[in-house]
């Protein structure tokens, strides 16, 4: 099975901070897309950015020039830096990845249990 772990989040005033990572584990034959999406309150979840195998990137217009996500294939880890947090920015920021478990070309999407940001004002 896969297992998908994320952490980095906590507490940070507006205008801070955070470095998310989100690791993969288990019976991985290669991930194709990985990346971020995030759930605030009363809200529905949203892709924040994700990558793919190749580094193309994609960013939710609201994040764009503030967030910047990057990957380390080699230990089926993606990372989301994010500076110039606003309150807006808080929610529960969860992991997806598209993983193949072996060599049929199909992917399954696996997601982590989510991590917490919350920025104050």
């Known amino acids: 099975q896969v297992q998908v772990v994320e952490s980095g989040g906590g507490l940070v005033q507006a205008g801070g901070s955070l470095r998310l990572s989100c690791a993969a584990s288990g019976s991985i034959f290669n991930i194709n897309v990985i990346g971020w999406y995030r759930q605030a309150p009363g809200k529905q979840r949203e892709l924040v950015a994700r990558i793919t195998s190749g580094g193309r990137e994609n960013y939710a217009d609201s994040v764009k020039g503030r967030f910047t996500i990057s990957r380390d294939n080699a230990k089926n880890t993606v990372y989301l830096q994010m500076n110039s947090l606003k309150p807006e920015d808080t929610a529960v920021y969860y992991c997806?990845?598209?993983?193949?478990?072996?060599?049929?070309?199909?992917?399954?999407?696996?997601w982590g249990q989510g991590t917490q940001v919350t920025v104050s004002s």
């Open positions: 997806n990845a598209e993983v193949a478990l072996d060599s049929s070309g199909r992917y399954y999407s696996y």
